[in-house]
């Protein structure tokens, strides 16, 4: 768990609960710390409590118990008109009454700056999410993806040095909402702000991030980049939440170092990477990630287990084949293969051996 | 928001659409027949079963509302009594011109004296009086006192006649008469029940059994008519039969009139002989002019302005009702506002429209608090609360109006109160019933939940995201509410105001209740004139403009807000 308040964070949530009834804890002993400049993901399926932090980080929610810093201050008193922080609203919430040009000077105008000020301000932020023609529109005359670029200017007309997102992109179509991922970081990284962003889709966190903490129960399962997260995961819950994942369960035969022999139920051997087994006797579950099952004994290390697979499924994607195996028993262990020249079309109800290096395979707790 | 953002992409694919069909002429359906008119034909049938589902209401609301109020505002200009009741006299009174400052002709007082005397008979002369009155003062005791004493004339004249002939008086001998022999002339009497007709409301058909001759109706027009008035009367009013009945008073008077300037030598028809004897007698016989006995009977018959004013509301229609409803008069000189110390309406309509402003705004201080935690209580509480809204609605109206006066009267709970506390000394007790002040606060009590509910649906839709949004944008409590949710709950505003405001300026019980004389509406005066003056036309006048100031509103809110923007739930 990463508990590291060093006094270089920018944002810092230290020993924060949040509870709403009294009885029954939303956000369980929250410890998490940010530098200045990072692009943060919280992900997590809903009711992890990960809107709930970024409410508190707002201020529309008061922790019950820890502290929350901004730039070294605890923020819990402050309320959040003054926090100066910006936010981005799941429906964005521009104001339906005024147009562009208004909802984006509002911001500005309450800060009392200048007409003149305020316009070049405004164009400025218009400009910079490319809707510099549609100061005079009505929010309800833009399409959702416009009204999202609308709703990232005005968050950020203002310059804070924070900006909060909370599912912004829920609302648009596939494509839409990739070339928003890819704008949105741009502009991020671009005018150095530090941004905390609530999502619970783990493709938009892993493209989007330079790190994301995954929330489960209340509490942050993970924080890591998105590689580490993605490869090693630190939890079986981690590890089935971000993208696919094969699991099979056993037990710990034995352990020597990084590598452990692991005993499925099925009877059948195989090696693994030992990251929250302790001794030999635990009860695991290993996960391997589709793309790193090799059926192809060559690229193997010598002394390898292999395992006997029957092909359930085989299910040409293009640029990929995906394998439906039965595997030990279970029958939705799935392979994923690059279409190259040589790779072999396999038909249901062959049968092939499969296999994998130690450290891809990770034996986590059960 | 998601479907007005396709409105831009719509719109241009029906330009595109229009383009196209502007080239190759109308869109035609496989069958060649124009696409808009077959599209007609299919929708027809469903917009004839919506019709059908909604025309037991319609035809409801039309008979039992719309044309009662239809027919009471028309009676605001209607002003056929006075025609209807002297039609002859109103004709008559044409060549009259009341400059002149001298009284009608005698010829005029003639035909006053038998239109009158016919309608004194079917009781329709007290009802003109009234109607006149309205007008002029007075004229209502001259026709009630008149019209008791159009026999007296008569009875002389038949005294006299008695002396000549025993059987002047006798009803056969009338009947044999008037029907003369030769060539008959129903169309008099035919004329005469028309007339008759118009005058009381009622067909009255049926066989009057008298026709006059035409050599008689030559000879004694005036008595003819008079007699045909009376037979009319008899026979299809009474249902007697007319050779039975002795002749009315009227008659004698006719005849008198008519044996003047008649040359009864010539005549052979039945009782000519009498009828020479009549004239014989007729020097010796003394004969009242009808402008001296009218003007006997009361001095003001001679008055012109009397008879201006019956000249001027001789025409079926009259604007005089709505010059009365604003203070102004319909005099034979023109128009003209009325004296100060009898203009009341104006004052009443500002009153109302002032006081209805006062409420509306109490409506809006009160209720908007209220909507607003309605649609923001977690929905266990709203529901508590809404029960609370809706209370009064399961209360009767003159309960709630009753509690007020409880409530607000000098020895009242609150007066009682403030006298307890110490604030008020008990010599002094504050008035709060009978004027202004008791009426606004009933009304706003009444009227509350009508703000309220409007309120409440349209803040309902305004998401909290809205201010939690302005806040993080850095506006403080008030400024969020002030720049971002009041804006958007404005039409609510607007809704309850229009509700509010349009039921209180029609109210009247509570007023008239709680009100006093300071703190009534028009709506009471209405009342009063449909229901205690029985002036109905002016009644009908107020209630017309009463209307008009309420579409003029509503028209100039259309304008102004836009109905559009208005939400009732």
């Known amino acids: ?366 | 928001m998601s479907d007005t953002t396709q409105t831009g992409p719509i719109d241009m694919g029906n330009s595109a659409a229009n383009d196209t069909a502007e080239k190759k002429g109308p869109m035609l359906a496989a069958d060649g027949t124009p696409l808009k008119r077959s599209l007609n034909r299919a929708l027809r049938r469903q917009k004839l079963r919506a019709l059908a589902l909604i025309a037991p209401l319609l035809i409801f609301v039309l008979l039992t509302f719309i044309a009662p109020i239809a027919d009471m505002l028309f009676r605001s200009v209607e002003n056929d009594i006075v025609s209807n009741t002297l039609p002859t006299t109103t004709e008559a009174l044409e060549g009259w011109d009341h400059t002149t400052g001298e009284p009608p002709s005698e010829a005029v007082f003639e035909d006053f004296y038998f239109d009158l005397f016919l309608a004194s008979e079917a009781k329709e002369h007290t009802k003109l009086g009234t109607r006149l009155n309205y007008e002029k003062t007075g004229v209502s005791s001259m026709f009630r006192s008149t019209g008791r004493g159009l026999d007296d004339i008569g009875d002389d004249y038949l005294d006299a006649l008695e002396e000549t002939d025993e059987r002047w008086g006798d009803g056969d001998f009338w009947y044999a008469l008037m029907s003369g022999t030769g060539t008959s002339a129903p169309e008099v009497v035919e004329a005469r029940r028309k007339a008759l007709a118009r005058m009381s409301g009622d067909s009255l058909s049926g066989d009057v059994g008298f026709a006059p001759s035409n050599s008689i109706a030559t000879l004694l027009p005036t008595t003819v008519r008079a007699y045909s008035d009376f037979a009319v009367y008899t026979a299809l009013v009474d249902g007697d039969v007319v050779a039975e009945e002795d002749p009315w008073e009227s008659v004698y008077v006719g005849l008198i009139s008519d044996l003047e300037e008649a040359n009864v030598d010539g005549y052979t028809g039945p009782e000519a002989d009498a009828l020479k004897a009549a004239k014989a007698a007729l020097p010796g016989i003394e004969q009242v002019s009808l402008k001296s006995f009218f003007q006997s009977e009361d001095k003001d018959w001679v008055d012109p302005s009397v008879w201006a004013t019956i000249q001027t509301y001789s025409p079926k229609y009259t604007s005089g009702y709505f010059l009365n409803a604003i203070d102004m008069q319909l005099t034979p000189d023109g128009i003209e506002m009325r004296p100060e110390n009898q203009q009341i309406y104006i004052m009443l309509f500002k009153r109302t429209l002032f006081m209805s402003m006062m409420i509306m705004g109490s409506c809006i201080l009160l209720g908007y608090p209220v909507a607003w935690l309605l649609a923001n209580l977690p929905s266990k509480s709203a529901n508590l609360l809404m029960i609370l809204v809706l209370l009064p609605f399961w209360t009767s109206l003159l309960v709630r109006t009753s509690a007020w006066k409880v409530m607000l009267q000098q020895q009242g709970v609150i007066n009682d109160v403030l006298v307890w506390l110490g604030l008020v000394s008990d010599g002094d007790r504050l008035v709060m019933i009978n004027n202004q002040f008791g009426t606004i606060v009933a009304m706003t009590h009444i009227l509350l939940p009508f703000m309220i509910l409007p309120l409440y649906s349209v803040m309902q839709t305004i998401p909290p995201t809205y201010l939690r949004a302005a806040k993080s944008l850095g506006a403080t409590n008030w400024t969020a509410f002030w720049r971002v949710y009041f804006p958007q709950s404005v039409p609510g505003i607007g809704a309850g105001s229009i509700l509010v405001f349009i039921l209180s300026i029609g109210y009247y019980i509570t007023p008239e209740i709680v009100g006093g004389t300071t703190g009534t509406f028009i709506s009471n005066r209405i009342a009063y004139h449909i229901s205690s003056s029985l002036n109905w036309g002016l009644g009908a006048a107020l209630g017309a403009i009463l209307l008009a100031c309420v579409l003029i509103l509503y028209w100039a809110y259309d304008r102004i807000v836009g109905i559009d923007n208005v939400k009732l739930g």
Not at chain 1, 273 to 286: A, L, Q, S, W, Y
Not at chain 1, 299 to 320: C, N, P, T
């Open chain 1, 1 to 366: 768990m990463a508990s590291t308040s060093d006094s270089e964070a920018f944002v810092a949530f230290e020993r924060v609960q949040k509870s709403y009834d009294g009885e029954t804890l939303v956000v369980k002993d929250l410890n998490l710390s940010m530098p200045k400049g990072e692009f943060l993901t919280m992900l997590g399926p809903s009711g992890s409590g990960k809107t709930t932090c970024l409410m508190m980080l707002a201020g529309f929610e008061t922790a019950t118990h820890g502290e929350i810093m901004l730039d070294g201050t605890p923020i819990n008193n402050i309320p959040p008109h003054k926090r100066g922080i910006g936010m981005v609203f799941q429906n964005y919430a521009l104001f339906p009454h005024m147009t562009v040009g208004e909802n984006l000077s509002f911001p500005l105008e309450v800060r009392k700056i200048g007409k003149s000020e305020r316009e070049k301000k405004v164009m400025r932020a218009l400009d910079m999410v490319q809707m510099g023609d549609f100061a005079n529109r009505r929010p309800a005359q833009l399409s959702g993806g416009q009204q999202q670029r609308i709703a990232l200017a005005r968050a950020l007309v203002f310059e804070p040095e924070l900006v909060l997102m909370d599912e912004p992109l829920g609302a648009l179509d596939k494509q839409l909402r990739e070339h928003m991922q890819f704008e949105i970081t741009r502009l991020a990284h671009e005018l150095g702000i530090t941004t905390v962003y609530v999502t619970h889709d783990q493709t938009e966190a892993l493209t989007m991030s330079d790190r994301v903490a995954v929330f489960n129960d209340g509490r942050i399962q993970q924080l890591a980049p998105p590689d580490t997260l993605y490869e090693e995961p630190e939890n079986s819950f981690v590890a089935q939440f971000i993208g696919e994942n094969n699991t099979l369960e056993g037990t710990v035969k034995e352990i020597s170092g990084k590598t452990c022999t692991v005993q499925l139920d099925g009877g059948e051997l195989i090696s693994a990477r030992p990251i929250n087994v302790t001794k030999p006797g635990d009860r695991t579950r290993v996960s391997i990630r589709p793309e790193r099952v090799e059926m192809n004994k060559e690229r193997l290390q010598e002394g390898a287990h292999l395992l006997k697979a029957e092909v359930m499924e085989f299910i040409y994607m293009g640029d990929i084949f995906r394998t439906r195996l039965r595997v030990a028993g279970r029958d939705d262990f799935i392979v994923k293969t690059r279409n190259a020249p040589d790779q072999v079309r396999l038909k249901r109800g062959e049968t092939v051996e499969i296999g994998w290096l130690p450290e891809d395979c990770r034996a986590l707790e059960a």
